[in-house]
T-cell receptor, first 112, second 114 residues
């Protein structure tokens, strides 16, 4: 069985400041890791994913996440946020079956 | 490509009424899923399907039924709605499992049961 813990439910941050969203997972087998973003009143969109290879993965809009197998973590970072990054962010983990387990979500509110 | 679409976008039901939510995908994905999203609980899997004609229970299947008569469609039914089923429902699809389990989501259906 696998599970995901997102350590922060709410993260307020000022525009142009850095942000880090923490995600830890538990699984007894190899995993694939995802970050999804949900903008207000919309569905979930894939932000980035780790399947294999380089442990540092990047999105097209400046986010990055690092897979750390020893710490079972997949934290999401952005060095400088914009107002448009206000959204809810979900970490998810999949192993070799159908199941995609989601964390409870982290709401990021960017203030001017 | 439209991706994953859901019908309807909003619905209000009275306790005991029934309804069907329709999900359609045009990506030729084998796997389809129904989730519900409630505040502070993330997404919880209701039912899923690994191919046309197959369905299986997820984490929270009680009170829901599903059917996958065509590969591109996945229907979620509520036979007798209850206030506890007030939620936002998301449909998703994926090419496969494991390595191929990147799931694509629809825009959601907001359901209120009075």
């Amino acid at each position: 069985a696998q599970s995901v813990t997102q350590l922060d439910s709410q993260v307020p941050v000022f525009e142009e400041a850095p942000v880090e969203l923490r995600c830890n997972y538990s699984s007894s087998v190899s995993v694939y890791l995802f970050w999804y973003v949900q903008y207000p009143n919309q569905g979930l969109q894939l932000l980035l994913k780790y399947l294999s290879g380089s442990t540092l993965v990047e999105s097209i809009n400046g986010f990055e996440a690092e897979f750390n197998k020893s710490q079972t973590s997949f934290h999401l970072r952005k060095p400088s946020v914009h107002i448009s990054d206000t959204a809810e962010y979900f970490c998810a983990v999949s192993s070799n079956d159908y199941k995609l387990s989601f964390g409870a979500g982290t709401t990021v509110t960017v203030r001017a | 490509n439209a991706g994953v679409t859901q019908t309807p976008k909003f619905r209000v039901l009275k306790t005991g009424q029934s309804m069907t939510l329709l999900c359609a995908q045009d990506m030729n994905h084998e796997y389809m899923y129904w989730y519900r999203q409630d505040p502070g609980m993330g997404l919880r899997l209701i039912h899923y399907s690994v191919g046309e004609g197959t369905t299986a229970k997820g984490e929270v299947p009680d009170g829901y039924n599903v059917s996958r008569l065509k590969k591109q469609n996945f229907l979620l039914g509520l036979e007798s709605a209850a206030p506890s089923q007030t939620s936002v429902y998301f449909c998703a699809s994926s090419y496969g499992r494991g390595y191929y389990n990147e799931q694509f989501f629809g825009p959601g259906t907001r359901l209120t049961v009075l």
